[in-house]
């Protein structure tokens, strides 16, 4: 390794500190500037920044996944979030709302708000991070 311990000891709050910051700016922007795009490279910045200092290999192994199968997948949630509108008659990736646990006795309670637009914003964070992810880990193991 050619970082000091004090580099591979900050990286690991950091990058815990990134990926949360990462999740709270796809849940943000639902309603307000953020979403799925960049949360995504949020948490792709994480992981470079613990590939930088731990090296590809041990970024690998904390990804678990390999990142094409995460872009992969996020391609895959996205798209059919953008479909289950046409299943039900309604135009491609027209927003639909669910509303749970709404309360009867009080009408102006709508109760938890769900979309399909935040699971579209799930699938375009995933496929920004494994594509990111997968750029940039095989340009520094071509190193």
């Not at 307000?32 to 994480?46: D, K, M, R, S, V």
């Amino acid at each position: 390794m050619g970082t000091s311990l004090i580099v591979r000891a900050a990286t690991r709050v950091l990058v815990g500190l990134l990926l949360v910051f990462s999740i709270y700016m796809l849940l943000r922007g639902h309603n307000e500037p953020g979403g799925g795009f960049i949360g995504g490279l949020i948490g792709a910045t994480g992981f470079i920044l613990y590939a930088i200092a731990h090296g590809c290999r041990a970024a690998r192994e904390a990804l678990r996944v390999e990142p094409q199968t995460i872009a992969m997948v996020g391609l895959g949630i996205a798209l059919f979030a953008g479909l289950v509108p046409m299943m039900i008659g309604d135009a491609l990736f027209e927003g639909m709302w669910l509303f749970l646990a709404a309360d009867p006795a009080d009408p102006n309670d709508k109760g938890i708000p769900l979309s399909n637009i935040l699971v579209f914003d799930v699938g375009v964070y995933l496929v920004v991070l494994g594509s990111v992810l997968t750029l940039v880990l095989a340009l520094e193991e071509e190193v």
